[in-house]
């Protein structure tokens, strides 16, 4: 046995480095898998005949550090399916109210980093990553530096009505404070603050709520919201504010009543001229430049006027007070002097058809007459001694002849719708008017009653009156 040993040892020395170097190549070739590593939440894939957790990443080039996260552990033995999570630590940069710091950390949740720099989060804490606020309970996504920025609810006294309450906030202005906080303000609600007045710690805010308040003007009612603690905050939330001389029951200094009625009076206040004029008396005289039947103005009269200022005052449109303030003569009495005109001009005129040629003309209020009235009492002679027939006219007694008279008799006229006549009769009811009674016999007989032109015809006589008067 022994010889037998002698003869083969050379042959040992041999055989056990290759076995050796066999073991070796079927520990790394043999055992050679896929590992699934993820780092930093990227999937990786990696081939290694590596035992253990370290082995692996390194034969996926990955270094960790104490502070990188590493699971499972790095000296446990890989299995099968193991899937080996990596989470590198990085630089976070803390930023609170008071100071700035930077931890380095493979934590991935806010709050927790926050806890590792030594910061407990309260309800209603903010947590904000650079500039953005986030959810501190959902992990981060590191794509480059990381600034957390804690921000600390502040305390908000609110006075609502009768009520207290406190709010906490970490937003920046009064106005996200209360949004975030869900307390609403209607566009009527008053609020001690500007909204967009920065938060401060220990701010106490008052808020008062709109009510109805309605508001009595003369004969109208009006009615709207306001928060307003006195009469005349609430007359300007209700646009009615007070001008010039109104004033309101209650006054406008006063709080606004538990009934929430107001009355407003409206006072205008009006200056009123008034005027008392004193008549003037004119004096005619002929005026020879002046056609007949026309006047001039040789020198105007003048009214004389008294004038009188007054104020008056009215409350919601009725007069309350009238005062004269003042009383003066703004101009005296003087009297005019009218010119009658003499003048004669004889013209002509297309008159039914037929062209006269005339030097007066007066409208005249025309009837008709005939010999016999309606009684049967008959008159057939005229007071010219013309019978009562088609072209005779009758006039007042004034105007035909009498002493001081205006002399018609036996002028020659034209009157529209008629023709021509001569003035040769006295009319007792056209006295005192300016009317003529147009002569008709029986058999020819038309009614008048209508207002005309009576023309006086050329040629023109030795003597006229310059003015003619019913």
């Known amino acids: 046995m022994t010889e037998l040993i002698k003869k083969n040892k050379h042959w040992l020395i041999w055989i056990v480095p290759v076995i050796i170097l066999l073991g070796a190549v079927f520990l790394r070739f043999g055992l050679k898998r896929n590992i699934a590593i993820v780092l930093d939440g990227d999937p990786l894939k990696v081939e290694t005949s590596a035992l ?154 008052v808020i008062r709520r709109a ?118 003569q703004a101009s005296e009495p003087r009297d005019g002097v009218l010119g009658y005109g003499t003048k004669v001009q004889v013209r002509t005129e297309v008159v039914d058809g037929q062209t006269i040629e005339y030097w007066r003309k007066i409208s005249v209020y025309a009837v008709s007459y005939k010999p016999c009235d309606s009684q049967g009492v008959c008159h057939y002679g005229t007071a010219g001694g013309f019978p009562v027939q088609q072209g005779i006219i009758a006039v007042s007694p004034y105007w035909y002849s009498v002493p001081n008279g205006l002399a018609m008799a036996d002028l020659n006229v034209y009157i529209p719708g008629y023709g021509r006549a001569i003035v040769g009769d006295t009319c007792g009811g056209c006295y005192g008017t300016y009317m003529i009674d147009l002569a008709y016999s029986e058999e020819n007989y038309v009614p008048w009653s209508t207002w005309t032109t009576m023309y006086f015809l050329t040629p023109v006589p030795n003597w006229y009156p310059a003015i003619i008067t019913p």
Request: proline fraction near 7%; glycine fraction near 6%.
């Open 52 to 205: 253990t957790v370290s082995g692996a990443l390194r034969s996926a080039g990955i270094k960790v550090d104490e502070q990188d996260r590493v699971s499972p552990e790095v000296n446990d033995w890989l299995k099968a399916d193991t899937v080996i999570s990596v989470v590198q630590a990085q630089e976070i940069i803390v930023v609170t109210p008071d100071e700035e710091s930077s931890i380095v950390s493979a934590e991935r949740i806010p709050a927790n980093l926050l806890g590792e720099a030594g910061i407990t989060l309260y309800p209603h804490d903010q947590v904000w990553r650079n500039g953005v606020a986030i959810d501190p309970d959902q992990p981060l996504e590191y794509t480059g530096s990381v600034l957390l920025q804690y921000v600390p609810a502040i305390p908000i006294t609110l006075q609502i009505g009768e009520e207290e309450q406190v709010i906490f906030t970490s937003e920046p202005t009064l106005g996200a404070a209360l949004e975030v906080a869900s307390i609403q303000l209607a566009p009527e609600d008053w609020i001690s603050e500007d909204l967009m007045t920065p938060v401060t710690d220990s701010m106490e805010v």
């Open 211 to 328: 009510q109805p308040v309605t508001v009595t003007i003369g004969e109208s009612l009006v009615s709207g919201l306001s928060a307003a603690s006195t009469v005349g905050e609430a007359l300007l939330d209700l646009n009615l504010p007070l001008q010039n001389l109104d004033y309101s029951i209650p006054a406008e200094d006063a709080p606004l009543p538990a009934t929430r009625e107001i009355e407003v009076v409206r006072v205008d206040e009006d200056v009123v001229l008034t005027t008392d004029e004193v008549a003037y008396e004119n004096e005619y005289v002929e005026d020879p430049d002046t056609l007949l039947d026309t006047t001039s103005v040789i020198e105007p009269g003048q009214l004389g006027i008294y004038a009188t200022r007054e104020r008056v005052r009215y409350a919601n449109g009725e007069e309350v007070w009238r005062d004269v303030d003042e009383r003066w």
